[in-house]
């Protein structure tokens, strides 16, 4: 009966600075509730701005055989393993053993506007397509050959912002204009489509209901501003505080939501056990 009730929930999480610790990447705090949803058989699914790439390796290395998502949404991915089952209308061609679908705006027209509004605002600002390896890795703290794989985007733009919060504000109402965004994550702003993290789960979370129980329920967890559509569109939301104690507000009512007592992987894995205790998954 619980394995039953567990196959219909679905955990989609944020990565950086929610399942993995904002300075070292780690999410070795999890594992204990990571190991509890993965012998329930719960899909964990990432739901992250990182690359495919990187998308591709973060799965590899923890041998995950889920879905997971990419560049704030902008993609989906869906391994060999699941598509007879999960996708069986997929007409593409698999990349890297995955059938992809992307849902956001090709690259070239996102560095072209941007780098239009940089000059038109006189914008302080950096963008990932002029930046090597190296500088991206100093700026985020990944290693030289991991920040390479971060740099490898479809339909995002990665910008480190060095100028004020209302220079920000007029970016991202010019980018509107155009039918583009400005998201800001937990180190950098995403400049995008109107692709979002909830619309990304959204079409997952209908290739299970369609394939596995139409009555699954998602669990969503996060810390930043990017992942609030997908905690508001859940139907329970696990807010991750960031490392200062400051979170994220969400219109969410306290039924349905827990506000993790610690950031990062720490907070992650007591939320995930006392939502399970709260739905008597135990």
Partial sequence: MIMEFSKSILVFTDLDGTLLDHDTYSCEAASPAIQDLLQRQIPIIPCTSKTFDEGCLFMQERGWSSPFIFENGGGVAVPDSLMAKLWPGFNGDLLSGYGVRLLGVPRTRLIEEAQRLKKQLALKIELASDM???HFSKLTGLPVDAAALALKRKVSEPVNWLDTDEKLQEFNRQLQRVSLQAVKGGRLVSVQGNNNKANAARFVTDLYRTAVAANCRT???????????????????????????????????????ILASAAGPAGWNTAIKQLLNLWALH
């Fill in 219 to 257: 669990v969503a967890l996060g810390d930043a501003a990017n992942d609030r559509e997908m905690l508001e569109w859940a139907d329970f939301a696990i807010v991750i505080p960031k490392p200062s104690g400051e979170h994220l507000s969400v219109n969410k009512p306290d039924t349905d939501l």
């Fill in 132 to 134: 090597g390896a190296d």
